[in-house]
């Protein structure tokens, strides 16, 4: 597993496939094929509509016919492939692992995205100015928290370990945390938004939920106690 020196986490899986049948590693390696061209897929899917429908059909020409769209669909998804190919090369992906790479970039969005649904689903107070700050201020947050290292000294979080040093031997804060952190600064925020907000008088229309949609069986809540048991004990075994 070693490249340049480091371990290289990428390719654990392949080192893994080398221990199995041949039967076996076929069947392997076509489920990982099969998973990645299925999340492709469904990328691409999102680019297309989103694009599509939301900036060509709203912005650009408003009277495109269906089968315009559908060609422009797959424009769009062409023209995507085409600029990730030309820019993955320059992400550094390689030098930190291609899980962690993407893990780490789609945390710039996650935390705040995450925020606004766990308040909009379970606070009925949640306005929609609340969860516009969880989405842009989230990713600005973020874009905030990555490159604050380069102008503030972020030692004095070393000793309760928010923070590691980095290649060049700068403190950085570990995107888990980063995204811990946002997501803190967000859940706060809305609640903070939507409480001024309700009290001005602003309704905000919540949807009414049935609480028997998440009742339990005893069945169930047996199997539950099972699962969570067991993966706490592997978690503790193996951390």
Known sequence: MLQDGTVNPDRAYPILLNLLPTGLKGLSFAALTAAIVASL????????????????????????????????????????????????????????????????????????????????????????????????????????????PAFVDLSFLNPVGFAVTNADGVFEIPFIDRMGFVFLICVIGMYCISSYETKKGVQTNGLEVDKTMFKMSPSFTVGMLIILSILAALYTIFW
């Open 41 to 148: 897929a469904g990328k691409a899917n999102s680019i297309a509509t989103i694009f599509t429908l939301d900036v060509y059909k709203e912005k650009i020409n408003t009277e495109a016919s269906e089968k315009k769209l559908v060609n422009i669909g797959k424009l769009t998804i062409i023209a995507a492939m085409l600029i990730a190919v030309v820019v993955a090369p320059f992400l550094g992906i390689d030098k930190k692992g291609g899980f962690q790479y993407i893990q780490e970039y789609t945390g710039f969005v996650s935390p705040g995205v995450f925020a606004m649904f766990i308040l909009g689903f379970f606070w009925k107070k949640t306005t929609s100015n609340a969860a516009l700050f969880a989405t842009i201020g989230g990713f600005i947050l973020s874009i905030i928290f990555k490159f604050m």
